[in-house]
């Protein structure tokens, strides 16, 4: 089955997550109808072309001329003046990071709790004019996508070995052939799951806004380079490619089988053996992996005595919305650890989890949390990791 409706099921999946994960999750595409019954959008398509003209905001315009199968990409910030001069159709309108600037479609990410949230990457949201698309293209990561507004056209490639070759004249990845296998249009809260490297393409029917929620899924080759690199930084000088026991060369010129064995033994001395440090390698970097913005701290802290005195007084510390956290349980040992865009904070379990789960710290979270806690909070605080919100900002 690779249609369902959750209209008269569990939203958003119509099914179990533990169901979806099981026979869906990377393994075949799934179109659920009324994932979000009566879904409205909370940003409008003006709200995400004045975002796109936006500084540090990354945001793509892609054109397509149908006359001769042309494609032109511009990258933001745009100017006003880019929009009022496009034609009615056949444009697309891409800002990533909407989840980062706009806190309800942030909320969304509830719905998608049974996934790890360190593998969501960000809420991508287009708008296309009716005939806007981006092309048929395949994407290397899970994707969710959630009708927001009007309509838009999708067709699949869902067999088993689809052609997967890219078209040579163009700046995007555009599939060079692409044979359908399914084929459908989207109402708004409708909802089409795809698992990475399915071909597909969406053409928007009249004007429409597209939710999508990618995962954060780094390659093989960016997982060794940085593994490599955090390796080779903390590396002890001493350790170096050694040949004791050398025998007298019969070529001089000659790499022989012995030398390459001791390539390889000088290389497996460079290892991680440490499960405790190789958690923190990789807690550290999927916390920072693909963030456009890193968070800063205020130029003017207040002292943490002020601190605390106005979280007792009403005060809330909300993360900063570029802040990705996640924890980890200390491996043969009591205790967690605590990630967030790379630092590394060790603290009690419960605490680890409960800072990596909250948006925001209240009197009450702080209070209960112990003293490794508590200097986490400010240690990330003075990072920029959390913002202070006093009582007369909230208002």
Same mark, same amino acid.
């Given at each position: 089955?690779?249609?369902?409706?959750?209209?008269?099921?569990?939203?958003?999946?119509?099914?179990?997550?533990?169901?979806?994960? @099981?026979?869906? *999750?990377?393994?075949?595409?799934?179109?659920?109808? /009324?994932?979000?019954?009566?879904?409205?959008?909370?940003?409008?398509?003006?709200?995400?072309?004045? !975002?796109?003209?936006?500084?540090?905001?990354?945001?793509?315009?892609?054109?397509?001329?149908?006359?001769?199968?042309?494609?032109?990409?511009?990258? #933001?910030?745009? +100017?006003?003046?880019?929009?009022?001069?496009?034609? =009615?159709?056949?444009?697309?309108? !891409?800002?990533?990071?909407?989840?980062?600037?706009?806190?309800?479609?942030?909320?969304?990410?509830?719905?998608?709790?049974?996934?790890?949230?360190?593998?969501?990457?960000?809420? %991508?949201?287009?708008?296309?004019?009716?005939?806007?698309?981006?092309?048929?293209?395949?994407?290397?990561?899970?994707?969710?996508?959630?009708?927001?507004?009007?309509? &838009?056209? *999708?067709?699949?490639?869902?067999?088993?070995?689809?052609?997967?070759?890219?078209?040579?004249?163009?700046?995007?990845? $555009?599939?060079?052939?692409?044979?359908?296998?399914?084929?459908?249009?989207?109402?708004?809260? =409708?909802?089409?799951?795809?698992?990475?490297?399915?071909?597909?393409?969406?053409?928007?029917?009249?004007?429409?806004?597209?939710?999508?929620?990618? %995962?954060?899924?780094?390659?093989?080759?960016?997982? $060794?380079?940085?593994?490599?690199?955090?390796?080779?930084?903390?590396?002890?000088?001493? !350790?170096?490619?050694?040949?004791? #026991?050398?025998?007298? +060369?019969?070529?001089? /010129?000659?790499?022989?089988? +012995?030398?390459?064995?001791?390539?390889?033994?000088?290389? /497996? $001395?460079?290892? %991680? /053996?440490?499960?405790?440090?190789?958690?923190?390698?990789?807690?550290?970097?999927?916390?920072?992996? &693909?963030?456009?913005?890193?968070?800063?701290?205020?130029?003017?802290? &207040?002292?943490?005595?002020?601190?605390?005195?106005?979280?007792?007084?009403?005060?809330?510390?909300?993360?900063?919305? *570029?802040?990705? %956290?996640?924890?980890?349980?200390?491996?043969?040992?009591?205790?967690?650890?605590?990630?967030? #865009?790379?630092?590394?904070?060790?603290?009690?379990?419960?605490?680890?989890? @409960?800072?990596?789960? +909250?948006?925001?710290?209240?009197?009450?979270?702080?209070?209960?949390?112990?003293?490794?806690?508590?200097?986490?909070?400010?240690?990330?605080?003075?990072?920029?990791?959390?913002?202070?919100?006093?009582?007369?900002?909230?208002?």
């Amino acid at each position: 089955m690779i249609e369902i409706d959750a209209a008269s099921g569990p939203q958003p999946l119509g099914m179990s997550p533990a169901k979806f994960l @099981r026979e869906y *999750w990377q393994k075949k595409p799934l179109l659920i109808r /009324n994932a979000f019954p009566g879904f409205v959008s909370p940003v409008q398509p003006e709200d995400l072309a004045g !975002l796109a003209c936006e500084d540090g905001v990354l945001a793509r315009l892609i054109e397509h001329d149908k006359a001769d199968d042309s494609w032109r990409v511009r990258h #933001g910030p745009f +100017a006003e003046t880019d929009f009022t001069t496009l034609p =009615d159709h056949d444009w697309t309108l !891409l800002v990533q990071d909407m989840d980062k600037w706009d806190a309800d479609i942030r909320g969304l990410l509830a719905h998608f709790a049974f996934l790890p949230r360190w593998r969501i990457d960000d809420v %991508m949201v287009s708008f296309a004019a009716a005939g806007g698309s981006v092309g048929a293209h395949i994407d290397q990561y899970d994707v969710l996508l959630l009708q927001a507004q009007g309509r &838009r056209h *999708w067709q699949i490639d869902a067999s088993a070995n689809p052609p997967l070759g890219f078209r040579p004249d163009v700046e995007l990845k $555009l599939l060079r052939e692409f044979h359908p296998t399914h084929d459908w249009v989207l109402e708004p809260g =409708d909802m089409l799951y795809l698992p990475p490297g399915v071909p597909h393409h969406g053409i928007a029917v009249d004007h429409c806004l597209t939710f999508s929620v990618g %995962m954060r899924a780094p390659s093989a080759a960016e997982l $060794l380079g940085d593994f490599v690199d955090t390796l080779a930084a903390d590396a002890p000088e001493d !350790l170096r490619y050694t040949d004791p #026991g050398l025998a007298p +060369a019969s070529d001089a /010129n000659e790499i022989d089988g +012995a030398a390459m064995a001791r390539v390889v033994e000088a290389l /497996n $001395l460079l290892r %991680m /053996n440490d499960a405790d440090a190789l958690g923190d390698w990789f807690g550290a970097f999927i916390t920072t992996y &693909r963030c456009a913005v890193e968070p800063a701290a205020d130029d003017a802290g &207040r002292a943490r005595i002020e601190v605390e005195w106005d979280l007792a007084h009403g005060a809330v510390i909300l993360r900063h919305p *570029w802040s990705r %956290m996640a924890w980890r349980r200390a491996h043969g040992k009591r205790g967690g650890r605590l990630y967030a #865009g790379g630092r590394v904070l060790a603290l009690p379990v419960r605490d680890a989890r @409960r800072l990596a789960a +909250a948006e925001a710290v209240d009197a009450a979270l702080y209070d209960s949390l112990g003293q490794a806690g508590r200097d986490a909070v400010f240690a990330l605080l003075d990072a920029g990791h959390y913002r202070l919100q006093l009582v007369e900002d909230a208002q």
